[in-house]
């Protein structure tokens, strides 16, 4: 069975930097051909998807959510097992639950608890 648990802190200043780290386990993150990926929900709003790290490292961006772009990085660390989601310059917008969840064949399979992330001062 394959768990994914988000980890980082629950509240983060405006301008600070967020790091949040999804431990994978029951499978490993370079399997071939799964990718690990990062959504958000802020509040009263839907999904966005942020990005993702595919099994060969490759890093992907969401070309929609331009606010994201300029400010995300996603790395992983094999050695443990775990991927993170850097988000720099933060502000109140990015308030939200954040989820770590593993794609494969175009279907999002399996989801983390979520955690939730205030941007607040």
């Known amino acids: 069975q394959v768990q994914l648990q988000e980890s980082g802190p629950g509240l983060v200043k405006p301008s600070q930097t967020l790091s949040l780290t999804c431990t994978v386990s029951?499978?490993?993150?370079?399997?071939?051909?799964?990718?690990w990926n990062w959504f958000r929900q802020p509040p009263g709003k839907g999904l966005e998807w942020i990005g993702a790290i595919a099994y060969s490292g490759v890093t992907y961006y969401s070309p929609s959510l331009k606010s994201l772009k300029s400010r995300t990085s996603i790395s992983r660390d094999t050695s443990k097992n775990q991927f993170t989601l850097q988000l720099s310059s933060v502000t109140p917008e990015d308030t939200a639950v954040y989820f770590c969840?593993?794609?494969?064949?175009?279907?999002?399979?399996?989801w983390g608890q979520g955690t939730q992330v205030t941007v607040s001062s």
């Open positions: 029951g499978g490993s993150i370079t399997t071939n051909g799964y990718y």
């Open positions: 969840v593993r794609g494969v064949d175009c279907v999002y399979d399996y």
